[in-house]
């Protein structure tokens, strides 16, 4: 009989060559890779930790020289190598530019700061990166005014960013923005939805397969109709920033007028739930928000039961909501189990998520793993952690728990990295 790690081992192998669909990125299409290592330490996972730990968040500066800031920064970072994120780094500097040293140090980065520019000159370079992470696809977060016409169509897909349009309409730049992409005069309900839907629809000219939304943990989705919407809605077109009961109707008619036009498209809607924006005042740009723990998925329902027939691909941050998302998973038929997000995405709590995901939930309804990332960089890192956990999970919680052959366990990765993101988005095999 195989021992445990051998198992473990067999799977990894297998797991490792499966080429994935990164259903969530915010990888800019105009420049998807780093042309400098500045730009790979800029990642806020390595400012916001250096600057936990103690560095000056000036080092960060943006008119910063890089003979500066780099040494300060990796300094500031040498507190942070017992972290995951920081092997992110070191495995994606080996893989993808032969870096050999142990650590980054403000004594050794120049020949990676050499590499990383050189490499970013070779023609392919997107799809070099890509076939070097396993990764077939990335789906990218665009803003509703952006230009989708760069893009290269074979390497990534587009979605809607919808956060902009569901939480700022009251900014008159955003009705500005909204007007001239939708050619429609926002002044009511009916006007919001015919401008909404031309942005929609020419996302889906250009290839969207998603709306994506982030929602803060006291979000609570309400059916807001007639004058109960017109108002709130009437008043943000006047410039007021709407509060209380105002923002509650206005917040969520947008989102449900979202959603029906995701179920008129045949739409996906990812909704990443769970991040209070801008919680703590003292962070580094993009290191402002945290989790909140103990909030419920319950507010939520309204939206789910209203729409039976879109797909709604969650994500979320805390041990309370991920238990509570697997159970609706389990019961609500249009949930789909997204990813390990942001705060969850470390390997001891992959883990655990994974392994009660891959117990309780039809192997239909999960998609594996998304990157989040900035940069194409740093899917090769990120996957590989998931693969290494996923092989892991699969021989002790699905193999040895009885629930499956090793055979079997390859084929339920197939389904998590790739084969249920091509179904879901309707991606061709």
Request: negative net charge.
């Amino acid at each position: 009989m195989r021992s445990s790690a051998r198992l473990a081992q067999e799977l990894l192998a297998e797991v490792m060559a499966i080429r994935a669909v990164d259903v969530h990125s915010h990888v800019p299409a105009g420049e998807p890779f780093a042309r400098s290592l500045r730009e790979l330490l800029g990642y806020h996972y390595y400012t916001e930790l250096a600057h936990s730990a103690g560095m000056d968040r000036r080092v960060i500066r943006a008119d910063a020289p890089d003979e500066e800031m780099i040494p300060a920064l990796l300094e500031g970072m040498s507190a942070i190598r017992n972290t995951v994120q920081y092997g992110w780094l070191m495995e994606l500097a080996r893989e993808l530019f032969g870096f050999e040293a142990d650590a980054l140090t403000p004594q050794n980065w120049e020949p990676l700061a050499d590499a990383v520019q050189s490499h970013a000159a070779r023609p392919g370079r997107a799809r070099e990166i890509l076939e070097q992470s396993r990764i077939e696809k990335v789906f990218l977060t665009n803003n509703f005014h952006e230009d989708l016409g760069a893009m290269d169509r074979e390497l990534f897909v587009p979605s809607l960013r919808a956060d902009t349009l569901v939480f700022s309409l009251s900014d008159p730049a955003v009705r500005r923005a909204l007007e001239r992409v939708s050619n429609v005069m926002v002044s009511d309900g009916e006007t919001l939805r015919h401008a909404l839907g031309a942005v929609v629809e020419r996302f889906v000219r250009a290839g969207a397969l998603s709306l994506a939304i982030s929602l803060p943990p006291h979000f609570r989705a309400v059916r807001a109709e007639g004058q109960d919407f017109e108002g709130p809605l009437g008043r943000a077109m006047a410039g007021w920033q709407p509060e209380g009961g105002d923002a509650v109707a206005l917040h969520s008619g947008v989102l449900f007028a979202l959603a029906g036009l995701c179920a008129e498209h045949g739409l996906p809607f990812q909704i990443m739930y769970g991040a209070l924006r801008d919680a703590y005042e003292h962070g580094v740009p993009q290191g402002t928000d945290l989790p909140q723990a103990g909030d419920t998925l319950r507010g939520l329902l309204p939206l789910l039961n209203a729409f039976p027939e879109v797909t709604f691909c969650l994500s979320v941050l805390s041990e309370s909501q991920a238990q509570e998302l697997a159970s609706y998973g389990w019961i609500v038929r249009n949930v789909v189990l997204s990813g390990h997000w942001w705060y969850a995405n470390v390997p001891v709590q992959i883990a655990r998520d994974l392994a009660v995901r891959i117990q309780s939930v039809p192997a239909t309804k999960l998609i594996g793993y998304y990157s989040d990332m900035y940069k194409l960089e740093f899917g090769l890192a990120k996957f590989n952690m998931y693969r290494r956990v996923l092989a892991g999970v699969l021989a002790r919680d699905f193999v040895e728990a009885g629930l499956g052959t090793a055979e079997q366990a390859v084929e339920l990765a197939r389904r998590l990295l790739r084969g249920n993101a091509l179904r879901i988005f309707g991606l061709p095999g």
